[in-house]
């Protein structure tokens, strides 16, 4: 589990050789997550609007690469916490998956991916790995894609005492009961996070934004409805 950073200058060179494409079809974003914790890496691999077939293996090529200041670049060693999965976004369809890197990146360097498809070498973009002020947030956004609700529980409870006037710790900690197939409580967590935005409607920095704190009312009400259809389920009933 623990990261492995391999030298590789030479990484510069193989960009500028033919068989790479710096094909707009392998999308990378970093979640950074917070040390000691990890940070993940999610690879999109999309066909666009043809009918080609994206096999999922084609991720057991991956390499990662972290780039510095210094125009070096290091291999970055991961693991796949969970197995691929398929998106279709408005007739653009593909496959994800995760990568998961710990201890979490650095903040201020670059991840670059590459992997093989048919013998030919795709790049993706590259992503600077940039962490909110609040790196309670940062380490939530890891625990949901990796289904940890103990985690969120945690993030939740802490933020919850500490900002009881805000949103996001409610929403995590109604997130988290929700994994863990408590659906009561989800809901009533979930409903008073939607209670407080409303009674604050809500508040805005000097630049007229939300505050990014506060959970828009659609992410909530979506919430309500996916943990009431799952309580549903659970209790025999219907959709």
Known sequence: MTRTLIKAAWFWCLLLTSGFSLA?????????G????????MLS????ESDTVIDPIWFDTTRLFEISNSSDSELIKFVTPK?????DFGGIKGVRQL?????ALTTGVEIVAELTVREQRIVSNRAKVARLQDDFRDSARVAILLDDAQTLLTIGGRLIQTQPDQTHGYRYRGFALEMLGRYPEAEEDILKARTIFFENNPP????????PN????????????????AEQGSSGGTD
Not at 45 to 48: I, K, M, N, Y
Not at 214 to 229: G, V
């Open 45 to 48: 691999l999309s066909a666009g």
């Open 214 to 229: 506060w959970e828009p009312p659609e992410i909530l009400d979506r919430a309500l409805r996916r943990i009431r259809l």
């Open 99 to 103: 990568f998961a890197v710990k201890p």
């Open 83 to 87: 197995a691929p999965w398929t998106f």
């Open 34 to 41: 917070q040390a000691p914790g990890s940070s993940l890496v």
């Open 204 to 211: 805005a920095d000097a630049d007229g934004r939300m505050i």
């Open 24 to 32: 707009e079809q392998l999308r990378l974003t970093v979640y950074p």
